[in-house]
């Protein structure tokens, strides 16, 4: 074993045992950060920690929750909401943060596909980035089952459901899921085991693996330069006006950050004001009425942050809607692969595929709109129709843009 010297500072004493200062190193003031970005680029810390806003928000929720059929509804729509002290507020925090979280997901998505940060050397980013996506999305529709409400139960049911199409009902594989005929007790125990502990857990995971996947390739910039980090790492340390001004890079801590919590600032406040004021945007009335297996609410859907994908799988039948739905899902993992330009420069400097972003942004956001509205209105299907199969059409026509474009 080693030798240890007598350690003069906790610092030094945790650094002799797991090289914290090499850590710091790694992690943070010989970390680079371009200078070159702007407040786009804090939306990933910004995640982070809504994310651990919804872990303690959770935990206290977890503290009085019941996962029962009998007595999930009123622990969270009683017990919590009027018998505990400020159980209203710790579910309000949860509701308009699970919300946010996605609004802040699609931004950060959307400005990476903007600004080209998943091309090659970046690839692993983006796909850790959008298996985070599928984990906040099984997350958020797992604690919408918690509260077992008329929307927890029906859209449990219209979701599963999913899964009886085609030759799967023949492998019964609609009743494993829900560990019975219609959703039930076994049903709600599985999603809230998944929400309190698994699911948790894989995203934890999944988060350390996204950071990681930055450290080597760098953040990319709003301008797609190809940044010297070496050189300019040393003009930075060199620490003269001159060489820092020269320098192209920043260290993450505590310069950078410094920014980052700036950002942070002023979306808490945003955040605040939605959970004292504006909390009901989160909540849907429809699952203020406890969960009712005889009575189906007259017009089904999910939170906002899915009714783009949902949208997508209404015009087509079931078995070949469950696939387009599926797609949906995951074709924006293929986004690396698909575009088939070397150029890592800002939509709006590469042409057609600078088309290609804000009919896919545009189109998303009709999906949603569209989604939110009952099937009965033909005009409205018919827009919701044309906007799935657009989005189809834009997956298939990127790598033929893309392959043409100019290079830079
Ligand atoms: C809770 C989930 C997530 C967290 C905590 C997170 C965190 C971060 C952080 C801290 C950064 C570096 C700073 C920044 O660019 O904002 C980053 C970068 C990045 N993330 Fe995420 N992220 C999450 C989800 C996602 C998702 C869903 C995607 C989309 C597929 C994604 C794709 C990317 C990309 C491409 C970058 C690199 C940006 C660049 O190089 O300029 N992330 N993420």
Same mark, same amino acid.
């Given at each position: 074993m080693a030798h240890f010297e007598k350690a003069n500072s906790i610092n030094e004493w945790l650094d002799q045992r797991i090289g914290i200062e090499t850590l710091k190193k790694v992690m943070?003031?010989? $970390?680079w950060i371009p200078?070159?970005?702007?407040?786009?680029?804090?939306m990933g810390m910004v995640l982070a920690a809504t994310f651990g806003i919804l872990l303690i928000s959770g935990i206290f929720l977890l503290m009085y929750y019941n996962p029962s059929v009998d007595l999930a509804f009123d622990s969270v729509n009683y017990t919590i909401m009027t018998e505990v002290g400020y159980g209203w507020l710790w579910r309000h925090v949860h509701g308009v943060g699970a919300s946010l979280v996605f609004l802040i997901i699609y931004i950060h998505m959307f400005t990476g596909i903007y600004y080209g940060s998943y091309k090659r050397g970046r690839e692993l980013i983006w796909l850790s980035g959008m298996l985070l996506f599928v984990l906040f999305s099984a997350e958020a529709f797992s604690g919408y089952m918690l509260p077992w409400g008329q929307m927890s139960y029906w859209a449990g049911m219209v979701i599963t459901n999913l899964f009886s199409g085609g030759s799967l009902e023949a492998y019964g594989l609609v009743e494993w899921i829900r +560990?019975? $005929?219609? !959703? +039930?007790q076994a049903f709600l125990t599985r999603f809230f085991m998944l929400h309190v502990l698994l699911m948790p857990l894989v995203i934890i995971g999944a988060i350390v693996f996204h950071f990681g996947t930055l450290r080597l390739p760098h953040v990319n910039n709003q301008d797609g330069e190809d940044v010297d980090f070496e050189e300019s790492a040393r003009l930075w340390k060199e620490g003269t006006v001159e060489s820092r001004r020269e320098s192209q890079v920043i260290p993450f801590s505590p310069v950078f950050l410094s920014k980052d919590v700036f950002v942070m600032g002023v979306y808490f406040v945003l955040f605040f004001f939605l959970v004292f004021y504006k909390f009901e945007f989160a909540m849907d009335p429809v699952n203020f009425d406890p969960a009712n297996g005889l009575s189906t609410p007259a017009h089904i859907y999910p939170e906002w942050y899915f009714l783009w994908s949902y949208e997508i799988l209404r015009p087509f039948s079931k078995d070949i809607g469950l696939i387009a739905f599926a797609i949906a899902q995951v074709i924006f993992m293929m986004l690396p692969f698909l575009d088939r330009s070397p150029n890592v420069a800002p939509a709006s400097r590469r042409g057609l595929f600078n088309i290609w972003f804000w009919l896919m942004l545009l189109d998303v956001l009709v999906l949603t709109f569209m989604g939110k509205? !009952? !099937?009965?209105d033909a005009t409205f299907a018919t827009i919701g129709a044309f906007s799935a199969y657009l989005f189809f059409a834009l997956w298939i026509m990127l790598p033929i843009i893309t392959k043409f474009e100019k290079k830079l």
């Amino acid at each position: 074993m080693a030798h240890f010297e007598k350690a003069n500072s906790i610092n030094e004493w945790l650094d002799q045992r797991i090289g914290i200062e090499t850590l710091k190193k790694v992690m943070q003031t010989e $970390y680079w950060i371009p200078k070159n970005i702007n407040f786009l680029w804090a939306m990933g810390m910004v995640l982070a920690a809504t994310f651990g806003i919804l872990l303690i928000s959770g935990i206290f929720l977890l503290m009085y929750y019941n996962p029962s059929v009998d007595l999930a509804f009123d622990s969270v729509n009683y017990t919590i909401m009027t018998e505990v002290g400020y159980g209203w507020l710790w579910r309000h925090v949860h509701g308009v943060g699970a919300s946010l979280v996605f609004l802040i997901i699609y931004i950060h998505m959307f400005t990476g596909i903007y600004y080209g940060s998943y091309k090659r050397g970046r690839e692993l980013i983006w796909l850790s980035g959008m298996l985070l996506f599928v984990l906040f999305s099984a997350e958020a529709f797992s604690g919408y089952m918690l509260p077992w409400g008329q929307m927890s139960y029906w859209a449990g049911m219209v979701i599963t459901n999913l899964f009886s199409g085609g030759s799967l009902e023949a492998y019964g594989l609609v009743e494993w899921i829900r +560990g019975d $005929y219609v !959703p +039930g007790q076994a049903f709600l125990t599985r999603f809230f085991m998944l929400h309190v502990l698994l699911m948790p857990l894989v995203i934890i995971g999944a988060i350390v693996f996204h950071f990681g996947t930055l450290r080597l390739p760098h953040v990319n910039n709003q301008d797609g330069e190809d940044v010297d980090f070496e050189e300019s790492a040393r003009l930075w340390k060199e620490g003269t006006v001159e060489s820092r001004r020269e320098s192209q890079v920043i260290p993450f801590s505590p310069v950078f950050l410094s920014k980052d919590v700036f950002v942070m600032g002023v979306y808490f406040v945003l955040f605040f004001f939605l959970v004292f004021y504006k909390f009901e945007f989160a909540m849907d009335p429809v699952n203020f009425d406890p969960a009712n297996g005889l009575s189906t609410p007259a017009h089904i859907y999910p939170e906002w942050y899915f009714l783009w994908s949902y949208e997508i799988l209404r015009p087509f039948s079931k078995d070949i809607g469950l696939i387009a739905f599926a797609i949906a899902q995951v074709i924006f993992m293929m986004l690396p692969f698909l575009d088939r330009s070397p150029n890592v420069a800002p939509a709006s400097r590469r042409g057609l595929f600078n088309i290609w972003f804000w009919l896919m942004l545009l189109d998303v956001l009709v999906l949603t709109f569209m989604g939110k509205l !009952p !099937p009965t209105d033909a005009t409205f299907a018919t827009i919701g129709a044309f906007s799935a199969y657009l989005f189809f059409a834009l997956w298939i026509m990127l790598p033929i843009i893309t392959k043409f474009e100019k290079k830079l």
